[in-house]
């Protein structure tokens, strides 16, 4: 299990560094984070992406595994004396977020929460998300099996995705599209791989529960971490590129090269985020 450093909530990141590959360092938080799109649900006047986010500093544990969260999962974990204040897992940290709402209202359909940019949510009395409603998509229906996991989100256009489980797991085994099928594997709560036709990835994590490398038949990515005090030290990828990160109190120094080009040195003042968050680091 990994070592809890860093506070988990609200995350506010300062700066945002992005090595080829799509493998994204927050260098505030000292993570890697990757996002995959695995359906879209929309027409021509707009569409929803389900996408799926590693984040090696979310301890979060949602339908794909350990360290994973997804648009799709969002709930009411807070009360106040009123009514519960839902939250949402943001889909790029995989950290706990308020969703900014401008108005929360209890009535007998459920939670209805107006977003300030004029989104819709609707949310059951246990608090799970069953409807969006946006001016950029088609409104959104999710549906949920009777061990309450998500099983269908249907768009009011007739798109649809599905979630199929294995027997008693939380985890979701099948993702079915009018597209395509992705199937997913696990071992324990972590997820090794999935496979959609012929094009798979593989996944191996370290023994702190932390992504390690990205593999598929025409590239891969690695990681390295500090163990103890679960931080990203170093990426690299196919391509033959690397980055190495050093953190001190109030920066971030990253130091990146590639074939045939010159090493190039980036430094981030993450200062504010220290102060606010009370992050530790080694000198």
Same mark, same amino acid.
């Not at 990141?13 to 992005?18: A, D, G, V």
């Not at 990757?34 to 021509?44: A, C, E, I, Q, R």
């Not at 995989?94 to 977020?97: I, R, S, T």
């Given at each position: 299990m990994k070592h809890i450093i860093f506070s988990l #909530?609200? +995350?506010v990141?300062?700066?945002?560094?992005?090595p080829p590959a *799509?493998?994204?360092v927050q260098v505030a938080e000292a993570s890697f984070i &990757?996002?995959?799109?695995?359906?879209? +649900?929309?027409? *021509?006047e707009g569409s929803f992406a389900m996408k799926r986010s590693y984040n090696s500093r979310s301890l979060y544990q949602g339908i794909f595994g350990f360290g994973w969260c997804s648009s799709l999962e969002s709930m009411v974990i807070k009360k106040t004396v009123q009514y519960p204040i839902p939250q949402t897992y943001f889909v790029q940290t995989?950290?706990?977020?308020d969703l900014n709402f401008s108005k929360v209202q209890r009535t007998k359909k459920g939670i209805r929460a107006l977003h300030k940019n004029g989104d819709h949510y609707l949310y059951t009395l246990t608090?799970?998300?069953?409807?969006i409603q946006s001016d950029s998509h088609p409104r959104l229906i999710l549906k949920y099996d009777l061990k309450n996991r998500l099983s269908e989100v249907r768009s009011e256009k007739s798109r649809w995705i599905q979630f199929l489980y294995a027997g008693e797991s939380a985890h979701v085994q099948t993702l079915i599209t009018p597209m395509?099928? +992705?199937?997913?594997?696990?071992?324990?709560?972590?997820? +090794?791989?999935?496979q959609s036709g012929e094009q798979k990835i593989k996944l191996r994590y370290d023994d702190f529960d932390n992504l390690i490398e990205i593999r598929s038949s025409q590239d891969f990515e690695k990681m390295t971490y500090n163990d103890h005090l679960d931080q990203l030290i170093s990426y690299e990828n196919s391509e033959g590129c690397r980055q190495q990160m050093h953190y001190a109190r109030a920066t971030t120094t990253i130091l990146e #090269?590639?074939?045939?080009?010159?090493?190039? &040195? &980036?430094n981030f003042d993450i200062s504010e985020f220290n102060e606010r968050m009370g992050v530790l680091h080694e000198n």
């Open positions: #909530s609200a +995350l990141l300062t700066s945002t560094f992005t *799509s493998g994204d &990757k996002t995959w799109v695995d359906s879209t +649900l929309g027409n *021509s995989c950290g706990l977020k608090g799970q998300l069953i409807q395509n099928t +992705l199937s997913f594997t696990y071992m324990g709560d972590l997820l +090794l791989r999935w #090269s590639c074939p045939g080009q010159n090493p190039e &040195k &980036k």
